[in-house]
């Protein structure tokens, strides 16, 4: 008698061997990792900037969601709700600009390990925060800071995430009680990532990897241009079993050098939403969002600084551990998002302006990674 219950159909070969992206290496591409870094960094400690109006910035990063940590005759200090460091540095200038961020090491040995190995000095940091650090330049020529023994505050109150029901009544967690949450700043938890832009874009990335121990979990490569290498890489702490944000350093190939945003992790999409209504009404401006990336998988809402900075709020990010292999995708506006509006030119910065056209011209003299076939691989990504 024949059996009635079908035969299930045989798994479909993945070629990424079900890992998080549709494509993983072809054989000879980059391996995502250094084979022995000289130390292994454990997050992203603060990014540091100058401006010259400190009022201003401290209005706006309240507004923003973060709160005062300290603030001296020409520094401030903000952090998130999360116990930890304060996780920016704006000191007065004459200008706005982008300084560097800041990396924690794991434990005091790794501070001198790197010195050692580079050549400069473990010094004591004697400003608010304390602890000790090793100040590097990266070959993009950002300045880059690992520390250790920073002094940690205490978490604050937390907003948490909203109670949601699901769609059936059966599975309903909210019952005889509405959502009605307030239009106020977005709580910022913590930093999560900074996105860097480079001309050198694998010398940059080795030396991230190599000094820092960063590994790659997706790299981005023009379309038509792969066998020339990756473009963009999105790059996580290395701790091992423990899982780490999707990316805590990305970088990208392009005519600019330094800063492109930062992000910072909040609650939900609610306390993303209803603090990006917070920042409409006080007439800051949007740049991109509400939406749901492809790398990284977080929702997101992006934001201008009175000077310019953009600042992304997010939540929901994937984590992975050290076991996962890079994803390899092809670059282009459109595969940015899951679902969202379409990326806007102030975000992507390809609003033509004087001073783009002249970093390109300045790129292309300069013996870096632009050529002419890159820099059309870009512009042509940048527009699908």
Request: charged share 20%; glycine share 10%; with cysteine.
């Amino acid at each position: 008698m024949n059996d009635p219950t079908p035969t299930p159909a045989a798994p479909t070969a993945d070629a990424h061997q079900g890992l998080h992206s549709e494509q993983g290496a072809l054989r000879g591409e980059h391996p995502g990792r250094a084979a022995q870094p000289v130390i292994k960094v454990v997050d992203l400690a603060w990014l540091e900037f100058t401006k010259p109006d400190l009022d201003r910035a401290e209005t706006f990063a309240h507004d923003f969601g973060f709160t005062t940590a300290a603030r001296t005759g020409d520094t401030l200090f903000l952090r998130g709700a999360l116990a930890g460091p304060h996780c920016l540095v704006i000191r007065r200038g004459p200008a706005s600009r982008f300084i560097g961020p800041a990396f924690q090491a794991a434990d005091a040995a790794d501070l001198e390990r790197l010195a050692r190995t580079t050549g400069h000095r473990v010094r004591t940091l004697t400003e608010y925060g304390g602890g000790r650090a090793v100040d590097l330049l990266a070959p993009s020529g950002i300045p880059v800071r690992v520390v250790h023994g920073v002094a940690e505050q205490p978490a604050r109150p937390l907003r948490q995430p909203l109670v949601l029901n699901t769609g059936t009544t059966t599975a309903a967690a909210r019952i005889n009680a509405t959502q009605r949450p307030p239009r106020e700043p977005a709580q910022v938890q913590r930093l999560g990532h900074v996105v860097l832009s480079t001309r050198v874009f694998r010398r940059a990335l080795d030396w991230y990897l190599q000094h820092l121990g960063l590994i790659v979990s997706d790299f981005l490569y023009l379309d038509g241009q792969r066998d020339r290498g990756p473009t963009m890489a999105f790059i996580r702490c290395d701790r091992g079993g423990e899982p780490a944000d999707h990316h805590t350093l990305a970088m990208h190939l392009g005519p600019a050098t330094g800063y492109v945003h930062s992000a910072y992790q909040v609650a939900d999409l609610d306390a993303l939403a209803a603090g990006g209504e917070y920042l409409r009404e006080r007439g800051y401006h949007h740049s991109w969002g509400v939406g749901r990336h492809i790398q990284g998988s977080q929702i997101f809402d992006y934001w201008r600084d009175p000077d310019r900075f953009m600042l992304e709020h997010y939540a929901d990010g994937d984590v992975f551990d050290n076991t996962l292999e890079p994803g390899w995708a092809a670059m282009s506006a459109s595969g940015l998002a899951q679902w969202g509006p379409p990326a806007t030119r102030d975000f992507l910065g390809t609003t033509p302006s004087p001073g783009a056209f002249l970093q390109a011209i300045s790129a292309l003299r300069e013996d870096n990674e632009i050529d002419r076939a890159r820099l059309l691989g870009l512009m042509k990504a940048l527009s699908k």
